[in-house]
């Protein structure tokens, strides 16, 4: 009974329905409510799931597509190419100092450089489903802090074609490595022939997304029904992850560039309409999974050690982003919100331990000490966040000074600007070209000082 569909399916939706309206209401985010969902059924609490647990964590991953398909639509080319000094200036640097820094540390403590690099890169990695819920349900996306995090996530994700380019490559330059591969059908090949396989799904991906799929959905469109139009949009999500898994290759990634590429074509709101339900579903099922996947009898057995290096994980990529903010010349506040949020290890990396995994550059103790660092560190990430915006925010930045104003303000204007972006900006000069004046608000911190500086009167 207990192994049934219909009875497992029971247990995470209720999980769901129970844990995640408690975590909002304590302000701690849906993100945190689903994790904790997880290890609450989980094998080492209720024990209402077990060794399936990493059947659905594979099943669960499929939200993550769905996300980074979505997230590529929201990305037309032209905006990338306007994004690309943020992109390379910030995130650039991020992947690279935050790799070379771990990389120094487990050389130092006496690791071959082949595992060395291989953990380096995927420690490098955030948690985009996380990051982005957070700043999503916060209302910080347009915020300099969540720009400026957007261009890091970004940039984890294109870095990790290369990264998976680059670990089949590492088994050629080290020794050689006995013992049978199953992974993906190319692992037959040597290490150079496996990237050329990589290379070459990239690009068909591209040329599929903008000489095939546009005249499929076309064809679809003209039925006028609107659930064949949903089943082509899954086809093309799950025949392009299909696609990348051939090669090795994360599923997330093609989708991504999957959804680039259509980000130009009329059936752009229409997919995002259609897939947003799934992706919303899966994405939650994907956190209740990682809870539910984390080794506890694992972490008992090294407590010390897994904390200890979960918290110095946290900590070192928190300095090196705060570090990275501080050049940006992001606010106090907006530096934390940044530095603080891209803190934890990402799910990509459960792809790139799994990769290394098959390939027998990471042996198994390393590869199950790794995943459960990685899942404590993206479940402490929310409290984090939430003790960074209940102590230590309203003790930074310019919250104080907004205060004050605003009594003197809010007695004679009769128009109010929510939010001093793209729109809003155009309105305001539009406003005060006529004479008009207007209340301007927003929570960009760095915002309302420029804003001030330029004569605005505006509360954060």
Known sequence: MEDSFLFQAIIYLAAAIICVPIAKKLGMGSVLGYLLAGI??????????????????HFAEFGVVMMLFLIGLELEPAKLWQMRAMITRIGLSQVLLTTVAFFGIMV?????????LAVSMSL????????LQSLKEKNQLDSTAGKNSFAV???????????????????????????????????????WIQTLFVIGA?????????????????IIAKTRLRELFVACALLIVVG?????????LSPALGTFLAGVVLANSEFKHELESDLDPFKGLL????????GASINFGLIGENAGMVISITLGILLLKTLILLGIGKYAKLSLDQNLIFSIGLSQVGEFSF?????????????????????????????ITPLLILLNEKLILPRVGTLEKTEKEADEVNEKNGVIIAGFSHFGSTIGRFLRANGIQATILDSDSDRVDLLRKMGFKVYY
């Open 40 to 57: 609450i059924i989980g094998p080492y609490a209720l024990e209402f799931i077990g060794e399936e647990g990493e059947d659905i964590m």
């Open 108 to 116: 130092g403590f006496g690791f071959s450089w082949q595992v060395s």
């Open 124 to 131: 490098s990695l955030s948690s985009t489903a996380i990051v």
């Open 153 to 191: 996530l970004l940039m984890q994700d294109i870095a990790v074609i290369p990264m998976l380019a680059i670990i089949p490559l590492l088994v050629v330059a080290g020794e050689s490595l006995s013992g049978e591969h199953h992974g993906s059908p190319i692992e037959q090949f040597a290490g």
């Open 202 to 218: 990239v690009g068909l991906v591209v040329l599929l997304g903008r000489y095939a799929f546009v005249p499929l959905l076309r």
């Open 240 to 248: 392009i992850a299909f696609l990348m898994e051939l090669v090795g």
């Open 283 to 290: 994405l939650g099922l994907f956190f209740i999974a990682v």
């Open 351 to 379: 792809v790139t331990y799994s990769f290394a995994s098959q390939l027998q550059i990471l042996d198994k103790p390393t590869t199950e000490m790794l995943m459960a660092i990685t899942a404590i560190s993206m479940t």
